[in-house]
């Protein structure tokens, strides 16, 4: 079974940092991209970031872009997203997704993990 | 970036009736080389992360009820559930990915029973 399992999340302060890990199975995970989207409360859902299968280009929505780093570990199967400068706007509940066609960067997302909560407050 | 606006933002619909989403984009969403519409349509229940219904505009993905259609081309698109279950109440998105690294998503549409 496909599955993907989001841990990290919690509760930082303005200004914090936080790393977020998405465990995956049941895939060849270094033969797909990978990408992170966020729903903020009671909101709707906002890419994040994209991340290549080799882990060799990468890409960042413009509100994140110079705070937010992705990266993957293939021989761990996991894929990260390290945030710094958060800000009261980034608290989300955070998904990591797979683009489900081999090799390709950009498509539709399938699975999507069951998300994990950022808080950000003092 | 492609906004893409969906229609109505809530729904209620008699179980067994038809349902029916719209979702627009600012621009086309057609790639004239492939004649592709890069559109992809996603449920999510209550406390679930969304989950992938229909993708290239109308292609069901596998194990998805075929109650479950998707239409339209270029700028307009619609997700029709042809006989509503209890189970389909849920907050469905469109979600364009044409234009990247700028992906969009609708702003969702509440589906309820009457």
């Known amino acids: 079974e496909v599955q993907l399992v989001e841990s990290g999340g919690g509760l930082v302060q303005p200004g914090g940092s936080l790393r977020l890990s998405c465990a995956a199975s049941g895939f060849t995970f270094s033969s797909y991209a990978m990408h992170w989207v966020r729903q903020a409360p009671g909101k709707g859902l906002e890419f994040v970031s994209a991340?290549?299968?080799?882990?060799?280009?990468?890409y960042y929505a413009n509100s994140v872009k110079g705070r937010f780093t992705i990266s993957r570990d293939n021989s761990k199967n996991t894929l990260y997203l390290d945030m710094g400068s958060l800000r009261p706007e980034d608290m989300a509940v955070y998904y990591c997704?797979?683009?489900?066609?081999?090799?390709?960067?950009?498509?539709?997302?399938?699975?999507w993990g069951q998300g994990t909560l950022v808080t950000v407050s003092s | 970036d492609i906004v893409m606006t969906q229609s109505p933002d809530s729904l209620a619909v008699s179980l067994g009736e038809r349902a029916t989403i719209n979702c627009k984009s600012s621009q086309s969403v057609l790639y004239n080389s492939n004649n592709k519409n890069y559109l992809a349509w996603y449920q999510q229940r209550p406390g679930q992360p969304p989950k992938l219904l229909i993708y290239w505009a109308s292609t069901r993905e596998s194990g998805v009820p075929d109650r479950f259609s998707g239409s339209g081309s270029g700028t307009d698109f619609t997700l029709t559930i042809s006989s509503l279950q209890a189970e389909d109440v849920a907050v469905y998105y469109c979600?364009?990915?044409?234009?990247?690294?700028?992906?969009?998503f609708g702003q969702g549409t509440k589906l309820e029973i009457k």
């Open positions: 979600h364009q990915y044409y234009s990247t690294p700028s992906y969009t």
């Open positions: 997704a797979r683009v489900p066609t081999n090799g390709d960067l950009w498509a539709w997302f399938d699975p």
């Open positions: 991340i290549s299968n080799n882990g060799g280009s990468t």
